[in-house]
């Protein structure tokens, strides 16, 4: 009888993917087989950092993913964004756990078309992991719980541009900032279109306010869904107040459209003349409304460390090994529902990752 054992990750050569395929390995020797388009990639980690694992070709876009065996894989883990779900419904019909790094509200709307499926499924999904969505619901939802009226939920991410995928993180930004998006404000739907309606706030390590704009990441959608906010919406800046302006500005002036064309090597010139930052990263978590003791209050979280990338591909490894020594959960889970907020908490302090909080009334 084959046995059920193999934890399969997608694009696990990566820079989210490396850290996941890594930490996995080091815990599940000779279970961990690393998947993806590039083969030599794949190889490559596995020799560099001396990892117990195998390789498989797999093209989730193209369907070819004849290399795997559901019969052998327990878990698979997608660090890729794809709006393909054939991958995902071999999962379900085969058994095998899943959960993906998605961060747009579209690519986690592919598993609510999927619902009949994975609730009639022996196969536990868990959507969009990672730091936002992913970590960002964490903290709301387990500090909500706190709060017996809740007026708004709003989160803050600064990106560092100074990491070394920062230019496909620029062009992605690009591409998700042209489509118009709903956010929950006094209680409606109110459309509105990416980096717009600025909002100042002060990150609790720092002394100046900085400024964020709306985006559409898939965090506010699924808060608004399962909390009684009456707003939610999640705001963006990077650490560069240059870059931020800048990329306001070709948002206003309708130039993302076209540059969203450009190779990366002609971005990358043109972003050679201005001071594009650091590789540090902040995630800061804001509820206003009334708590326990029905004292109006704002709670605020600030998780901040170096490298964003490292830090989504902790928080997957964490998903992911909750998936895989899983026992009785199955049907569609979202990472809130499956965590363990302290033991999360505790894994990302021990990599120098900060995690910063204030009450105010």
Known sequence: MVKKDKILIIGGYGKVGSVVSERLAREYPSKVIIGGRNLHNAKDLINQKKLDATCAYIDIDNQKFEEVDFKCVHTAISCIETMNTSFIIDCIMNKVNYTEVGTSFKVHQRFIKLLDYIENSEALIVP????????????????????????????FVLLGTGESHGLDAVRWMMENTLHPFKIKSEGSLVSVKGFSKPESTRLLNEKRKRVFYLFDFSDHHVIRIFTKTKS???????????????????????????????????????????????????????ISGKYVNDKKLVYKCLVTGQGEAFTTGLVTSYAAKLLYENTNQKG???????????ELKTILEQHNIQFLNQYKS
Do not use: M
């Not at 070709?250 to 971005?267: C, D």
């Not at 569609?332 to 302290?342: G, M, R």
């Open 128 to 155: 969009s992991v990672g730091l936002v969505p992913g970590l960002s619901n964490i903290i709301a939802f387990n500090e909500a719980k706190k709060f017996v009226q809740i007026d708004g939920i709003h989160t």
């Open 232 to 286: 939610s919406d999640t705001r963006l800046s990077f650490d560069s107040r240059i870059v931020t302006y800048l990329f306001y500005l070709f948002q206003k002036w309708g130039l993302l459209k076209w540059l969203k064309y450009l190779k990366p090597s002609l971005l990358k010139k043109i972003l050679a003349f201005i001071p594009i930052g650091k590789e540090r990263f902040g995630l800061q978590v804001e």
């Open 332 to 342: 569609l889970k979202h990472i809130e529902e499956i965590c363990d907020f302290a």
